[in-house]
């Protein structure tokens, strides 16, 4: 059976998040933290500390940093505390990630990412070292010279995002260079990018596949892709509520936050939604936001009904 992925998604794939999904629509087969940032301070921050801590066996930590030894320092540290996998985040997009050479701005240079991997890799032969990348830069002709970098080293697994960083999320991610590609290299890939639905033609080319934002709104997708249901109206009613229940615990009353940055994905799921999401849109408190919530997730048909 395809090996389903939940990617990570700052903000939204959090360690409550994934409980919830787990429970409730029976979960994914890795799940991805959103990025862990290391750095000359040697030790995770509280809230990264939160998400490494919970016992997930089917989780693995995401690390973002261009300096090998901020890597290596905490791929052993996470070692310690039982994680076998770590992934290495070269895809993240964001101006201030790639103005410090981080995320997708380590694929500006092959010659500087190919440094990089070295000094990883002779550090940590034990460890499983997964990347997470983009095809590029500025264009996909840059990719045969990253990938054969990547060619170089054992990776665990080479998840492709095919885009490139100037194209964030827009557009079509550039399939047929992750066709051609899994045609032609040994690395074990998993694809990433636009899947939304069962009948996602990705889902049957072989590899795994890590799904963001088509999980983010429909919760249930894992599920529906093995032959099960679609998410009921009770299932998102009782995912909606254990998530502001856990970041309520969590963080007060900027829980309200958090589910608003939700709703930009989950709302894909109901019809007639306009005007509560417009007041969740707007909603500074539980008082303004608990109710618009309720009106949606009580009062508004789904698209599937
Ligand atoms: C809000 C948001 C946060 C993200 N955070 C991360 C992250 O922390 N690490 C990472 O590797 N990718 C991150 N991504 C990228 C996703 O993991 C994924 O590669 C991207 O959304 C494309 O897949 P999709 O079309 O299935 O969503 C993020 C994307 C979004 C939209």
Redesign the pocket.
């Known amino acids: 059976m395809i090996e389903l992925y939940a990617?990570?998604?700052?903000?939204?794939t959090t360690a409550v998040w994934r409980a919830a999904h787990r429970r409730i629509f029976g979960g994914a087969d890795r799940y991805?933290t959103?990025?862990l940032s290391p750095n000359a301070n040697l030790s995770f921050q509280p809230k990264e500390l939160r998400e490494i801590t919970t016992g997930e066996p089917d989780l693995v930590p995401?690390l973002?940093t261009n300096r090998p030894e901020y890597f290596i320092w905490a791929a052993r540290e996470l070692e310690k505390m039982g994680f076998r996998q770590v992934d290495f985040?070269l895809?993240?997009p964001s101006g201030t990630v790639v103005a410090k050479h981080k995320g997708a701005g380590l694929l500006t240079d092959p010659r500087e990412l190919d440094g990089v991997l070295a000094e990883i890799f002779a550090a940590l032969p034990h460890m499983a070292i997964s990347v997470?990348t983009r095809i590029g830069r500025y264009d996909a002709a840059e990719w045969p010279a990253l990938l054969a970098v990547y060619e170089k080293y054992p990776l665990h697994q080479l998840t492709v995002?095919p885009r490139v960083q100037k194209e964030f999320?827009t557009g079509a991610?550039h399939r047929d260079v992750f066709l051609a590609t899994l045609r032609a290299t040994r690395l074990p890939l998993v694809y990433?990018?636009?899947?939304t639905t069962p009948a996602d033609p990705a889902l049957t080319w072989g590899c795994p596949v890590?799904?963001?934002?088509?999980?983010a709104a429909d919760p249930a997708l894992f599920r529906r892709i093995r032959g099960g249901h679609p998410a009921t109206r009770q299932e998102l009613r009782q995912f909606h509520d254990a998530l502001y229940d856990g970041y309520a615990a969590w963080m007060g009353p900027a829980a309200v936050g958090r589910l608003r940055e939700l709703w930009n994905y989950l709302s894909a799921r109901y019809r007639d939604a306009d005007r509560p999401l417009k007041a969740i849109r707007k909603a500074k408190s539980p008082a303004d936001y608990l109710p618009a919530a309720h009106a949606i997730l009580d009062g508004c048909p789904l698209t599937d009904e």
């Open positions: 990617a990570p998604l700052e903000g939204i991805y959103p990025f995401q973002l985040n895809g993240c997470k995002h999320y991610a990433n990018g636009d899947v890590m799904v963001g934002r088509g999980l």
